[in-house]
């Protein structure tokens, strides 16, 4: 993708796409949501983290920084293949329409899945278990430890891993094979789903490139601990002997937060990445631009320096800031791979160091309108203080949504906005993204909930909380002809409108 041209594009996590089956998935509505966007005259499908979710569904604590979340594959297109009949999936279509509910949704469509791989076990020709083969063997890397991972965590309840007996859970050699042996079928179960996901989802993105859209995904800077990158390679993270992190990330103290934030992550051992040249962050960037044309790295500041927490703190309080290696990093990767179409997320304590990393690699920043109106006109979120090389916002998946957030300002903040977007009348979030179209800044990206025009019951994410988050999903009436056509028109006037 061209990232010195104008366009402009859509948030929307696949998650959230309309469906009878509980999820958004990778079938026909991904398609006809690809069809809404090239009307749209979007260039620009903005997603979440791919990858399996483990606490609280969120997609920035995933199982694997590599795999694909198999609750995304498509009910639909098993159905078509034979693989489900039609009466199994009819617990499915009992799940509500207008939220995940995780809860109900996990155990149902595994066992699902699972009945899916067992008749293709029972069916397959040669010629497919050939296929499966081929991709087993060429993403070996990862895909032996996560279906291990995902295999030894079945028959641990899902515990985590620092919880399992010992011998595996720091891969003693005897307990590991003992536990590949039994657990064959199991870890061949997982293969097969990553199978069906990437299959699906290169398929999605295809046909999304044919229609003149680019995914722009996203990756979180560090990993879960409970996942199959810190439990295959221990050795890359900052843990002690039984596994568990002694240093976590988090950020430091800050208007928002008296205490901080304590992620928890485990953070890596730079020192012991270097020696291989960083193969583990080169082969993660190189798999997550096949699955993605570009992509948003999370807390992309942590690669200049990371607040570090020792990992007995309660609290994000008594952490300080590391020197992390980025531009070494960065250019190792700008070596190894063709291109590197990065967005840095630059939002938070910004320091001048972040700004020399960014603008060395050229990775255009974030900017965040709901950030902008605190009355300083130095704010770098107000649109006459944006330079070209950025991506603005109404707001992320972490904000409010613009209508939710707009009404729970107070009186001197909303006069700001008002005064600022000339008038303020029921079409404030229409004359926000307004702003944003209108803006230097060369993309704009805009939450589908704000084209919407949706409050705060369709917010994403509540940052630092870990119930009812992830949920949202459109509706089918949501993407009609006459909101694809607005947007057409605001492309076209604002110099947006793909070439």
């Given at each position: 993708?061209?990232?010195?041209r104008?366009?402009?594009?859509?948030?929307?996590?696949?998650?959230s796409?309309?469906?009878?089956?509980?999820i958004?998935?990778?079938?026909?509505?991904a398609?006809r949501?690809?069809?809404?966007?090239?009307?749209?005259?979007?260039?620009?499908?903005q997603?979440?983290?791919?990858?399996?979710?483990g606490?609280?569904?969120?997609?920035y604590?995933?199982?694997?920084?590599?795999?694909?979340?198999?609750?995304?594959?498509?009910?639909?297109r098993?159905?078509?293949?034979?693989?489900l009949h039609?009466?199994?999936?009819?617990?499915?279509?009992?799940?509500?329409?207008?939220?995940?509910?995780?809860?109900?949704?996990?155990?149902?469509?595994?066992?699902?899945?699972?009945?899916?791989?067992?008749?293709?076990?029972?069916?397959?020709?040669?010629?497919?278990?050939?296929?499966?083969?081929?991709?087993?063997?060429?993403?070996?890397?990862?895909?032996?430890?996560?279906?291990?991972?995902?295999?030894?965590?079945?028959v641990h309840?899902?515990?985590?891993?620092?919880?399992w007996e010992?011998d595996l859970?720091?891969?003693?050699?005897?307990?590991?094979?003992?536990?590949?042996?039994?657990?064959?079928?199991?870890?061949?179960?997982?293969?097969?789903?990553?199978?069906?996901?990437?299959?699906?989802?290169?398929a999605?993105?295809?046909?999304?490139?044919?229609?003149?859209?680019?995914?722009?995904?996203?990756?979180?800077i560090?990993?879960?601990?409970?996942s199959?990158?810190?439990?295959?390679?221990?050795?890359?993270?900052?843990?002690?002997?039984?596994?568990?992190?002694?240093?976590?990330?988090?950020v430091?103290?800050?208007?928002?937060?008296?205490?901080?934030?304590?992620?928890?992550?485990?953070?890596?051992?730079?020192?012991?990445?270097?020696?291989?040249?960083?193969?583990?962050?080169?082969?993660?960037?190189?798999?997550?631009?096949?699955l993605?044309?570009?992509?948003?790295?999370?807390?992309?500041?942590g690669?200049?320096?990371?607040?570090?927490?020792?990992?007995s703190?309660?609290?994000?309080?008594n952490?300080?800031?590391v020197?992390?290696?980025?531009r070494?990093l960065?250019r190792?990767?700008?070596?190894?791979?063709?291109?590197?179409?990065?967005?840095?997320?630059?939002?938070?304590?910004?320091?001048?160091d972040?700004?020399?990393?960014?603008?060395?690699?050229?990775?255009?920043?974030?900017?965040?309108?709901q950030?902008?109106?605190?009355?300083?006109p130095?704010?770098p979120?107000?649109?006459?203080?944006?330079?070209?090389?950025?991506?603005?916002?109404?707001?992320?998946?972490?904000?409010?949504?613009?209508?939710?957030?707009?009404?729970?300002?107070?009186?001197?903040?909303?006069?700001?906005?008002?005064?600022y977007?000339?008038?303020?009348?029921?079409?404030?979030v229409?004359?926000?993204?307004?702003?944003?179209?209108a803006?230097?800044a060369?993309?704009?990206?805009i939450?589908?909930?704000?084209?919407?025009?949706?409050?705060?019951?369709?917010?994403?994410?509540?940052?630092?909380?870990?119930?009812?988050?992830?949920?949202?999903?459109?509706?089918?009436?949501?993407?009609?002809?006459?909101?694809?056509?607005h947007?057409?028109?605001?492309?076209?006037?604002?110099?947006?409108?793909?070439?």
């Amino acid at each position: 993708m061209n990232l010195n041209r104008r366009s402009a594009g859509i948030l929307l996590h696949p998650t959230s796409l309309p469906g009878d089956f509980g999820i958004g998935e990778l079938g026909e509505e991904a398609y006809r949501f690809v069809d809404w966007l090239a009307r749209a005259k979007q260039s620009i499908w903005q997603i979440l983290p791919l990858g399996p979710t483990g606490y609280a569904d969120s997609p920035y604590a995933a199982f694997s920084a590599f795999a694909g979340n198999p609750l995304l594959i498509s009910v639909e297109r098993l159905l078509q293949e034979g693989m489900l009949h039609e009466e199994e999936v009819t617990p499915l279509t009992a799940l509500p329409t207008e939220r995940v509910d995780y809860g109900a949704l996990i155990p149902l469509k595994m066992a699902l899945l699972r009945r899916a791989y067992e008749r293709w076990r029972e069916r397959a020709g040669e010629a497919e278990r050939q296929q499966l083969q081929a991709f087993r063997k060429e993403h070996a890397s990862w895909l032996e430890d996560f279906a291990f991972f995902m295999a030894l965590k079945g028959v641990h309840d899902s515990r985590a891993w620092v919880e399992w007996e010992p011998d595996l859970a720091l891969r003693q050699p005897d307990a590991l094979r003992r536990a590949q042996q039994e657990l064959a079928d199991d870890i061949q179960f997982h293969v097969f789903l990553q199978f069906l996901f990437v299959r699906q989802w290169l398929a999605l993105k295809r046909y999304a490139n044919e229609q003149g859209v680019q995914i722009l995904g996203d990756m979180p800077i560090f990993v879960a601990h409970d996942s199959a990158d810190v439990w295959a390679h221990p050795e890359m993270f900052h843990l002690d002997r039984r596994g568990n992190p002694t240093f976590v990330a988090g950020v430091p103290p800050d208007y928002f937060s008296p205490t901080g934030q304590r992620w928890g992550n485990p953070l890596y051992r730079w020192e012991v990445m270097r020696r291989d040249g960083y193969r583990w962050w080169t082969e993660r960037f190189r798999w997550t631009l096949q699955l993605v044309d570009l992509v948003r790295v999370d807390h992309f500041r942590g690669f200049a320096a990371y607040w570090r927490v020792p990992a007995s703190e309660p609290t994000a309080v008594n952490g300080r800031w590391v020197r992390a290696p980025g531009r070494e990093l960065f250019r190792v990767l700008q070596h190894e791979l063709e291109a590197l179409p990065v967005v840095a997320e630059d939002l938070g304590i910004i320091t001048p160091d972040v700004v020399r990393l960014r603008k060395s690699f050229g990775f255009p920043g974030m900017k965040v309108l709901q950030f902008a109106f605190d009355g300083n006109p130095d704010n770098p979120y107000l649109p006459y203080n944006y330079e070209p090389d950025a991506v603005v916002y109404t707001g992320t998946h972490d904000n409010d949504t613009t209508v939710g957030w707009f009404s729970g300002l107070g009186d001197a903040e909303r006069e700001r906005v008002c005064e600022y977007i000339g008038r303020c009348r029921d079409s404030v979030v229409q004359e926000i993204i307004r702003l944003a179209y209108a803006s230097v800044a060369r993309m704009a990206v805009i939450p589908l909930q704000d084209w919407l025009g949706l409050g705060t019951e369709a917010r994403m994410n509540v940052p630092g909380t870990t119930e009812g988050n992830w949920q949202w999903r459109c509706q089918r009436e949501h993407l009609s002809r006459e909101l694809a056509e607005h947007i057409a028109r605001m492309c076209r006037t604002y110099g947006r409108y793909p070439s």
